[in-house]
């Protein structure tokens, strides 16, 4: 079994000593405690503490099921015993654009989440340890990154059932294969207060691949199993807790280029050469690299600016010393505007960069 250790967002730099199976917060965080048998589609409101974040659909299979659609191992998405106990869950994490999704547009945007309850508040300044065992169902047509989680004091529950608009606190940066049970952690330093947590997709941080031949029958669906979800208090020391990256996205204040042109002006240097240290100083993050612009111009024109800035950037920092594997990098042309504006705006001209904690360089 693989271990995806991914410590993004408001992410923890250190060694945690604490398994998140102990003392887990996370309610029927196995799926174990159902009202009835499963007889088909959609029936996660019979397993206790678990809804639907976006008001979509998710999957519960189980070794007692009543017919072979959602039995466990043998169902309709593939062959997957349990990690432990008797059930699990199934979600769609992305659908492909083919076949009927050419006439149904809406369906592209389709993603479902499984709303999880925690037992007790989450401590502010406290560090958790977050678990889940997912695996790719063997009739899935692709492969996904962007699968994390999301905490809230408050019960979400979107009326849309698209991807949530919101920021995950822990995301997967790699395509996530695996068609046998995998381990994703991470951990999460806690604002206070969060009693619920998502585990889905995020699709800014979603990069697809197709894991099927062309032209063959398929599920059109990234589909993922999930069993054995938890959350529990992790052990960092005092020292390490001054390294803690308190939120996912930083903008880069004093970064300007040349009208229209992605060359960077002087000024800018020593803002990238800070940068620069701090990711020499912590060899173990990677970094996606997030090019904006303001609403003048096409928006062809816009995405191929912002896409080139971003690219800048990472030259930059290549030739300061940065290895070229940790930086990611990402056109967002002028869809995302801090000031809502159609004139020259030097606030939506600008390049984020979203910290993404991930192992040591070199660990298995």
């Not at 432990?84 to 945007?109: E, S, V």
């Not at 709303?115 to 678990?131: D, I, S």
């Not at 939120?247 to 002006?265: A, H, M, P, Q, W």
Request: include cysteine.
């Amino acid at each position: 079994m693989k271990t995806h250790k991914i410590l993004t967002g408001v992410a923890a730099l250190a060694m945690i000593t604490a398994s998140a199976q102990d003392n887990n917060l996370v309610m029927n965080g196995s799926f174990e405690n159902t009202n009835g048998k499963i007889h088909g589609r959609a029936e996660y409101t019979k397993a206790d503490s678990i809804s639907s974040s976006n008001n979509t659909t998710i999957d519960l299979y189980s070794k007692d099921a009543c017919g072979s659609d959602f039995d466990v191992p043998d169902n309709y998405m593939g062959s997957q015993g349990s990690k432990t106990g008797d059930n699990y869950a199934g979600i769609t994490a992305y659908y492909g654009q083919d076949g009927i999704l050419k006439k149904n547009p809406g369906y592209r945007k389709y993603s479902e989440y499984i709303q999880f309850v925690l037992r007790e508040p989450l401590v502010a300044g406290k560090a958790y340890t977050v678990t889940f065992n997912f695996s790719l169902a063997e009739r899935s047509a692709f492969a996904v990154s962007g699968l994390g989680v999301y905490f809230t004091k408050e019960k979400m529950d979107e009326k849309k059932n698209s991807y949530l608009d919101v920021t995950p606190h822990i995301i997967a940066t790699e395509i996530l294969s695996d068609k046998e049970w995998s381990s994703f952690t991470g951990t999460y330093v806690a604002k206070g207060g969060e009693r619920y947590m998502t585990l889905g997709c995020f699709d800014d941080y979603m990069m697809v691949s197709k894991v099927i031949p062309e032209n063959t029958n398929n599920s059109r669906k990234a589909y993922y199993f999930i069993d054995d979800v938890g959350v529990s208090p992790a052990i960092i020391s005092d020292d390490n807790i001054a390294t803690i990256l308190a939120g996912g996205c930083y903008r880069l204040k004093n970064l300007n280029f040349e009208t229209d042109k992605s060359v960077i002006l002087p000024e800018s240097y020593s803002e990238l050469d800070g940068l620069a240290g701090f990711l020499k100083q912590y060899p173990f993050i990677v970094v996606y690299i997030d090019g904006h612009t303001d609403k003048v111009g096409t928006d062809t024109h816009n995405e191929e600016l912002s896409q080139s800035r971003a690219d800048a950037i990472r030259t930059y920092l290549v030739k300061a010393g940065v290895a070229d594997t940790r930086m990611k990098t990402r056109a967002f042309g002028e869809t995302q505007p801090i000031e809502n504006t159609q004139q020259p705006s030097l606030e939506n001209r600008r390049v984020e960069i979203t910290i993404c904690g991930q192992e040591p360089v070199g660990a298995k």
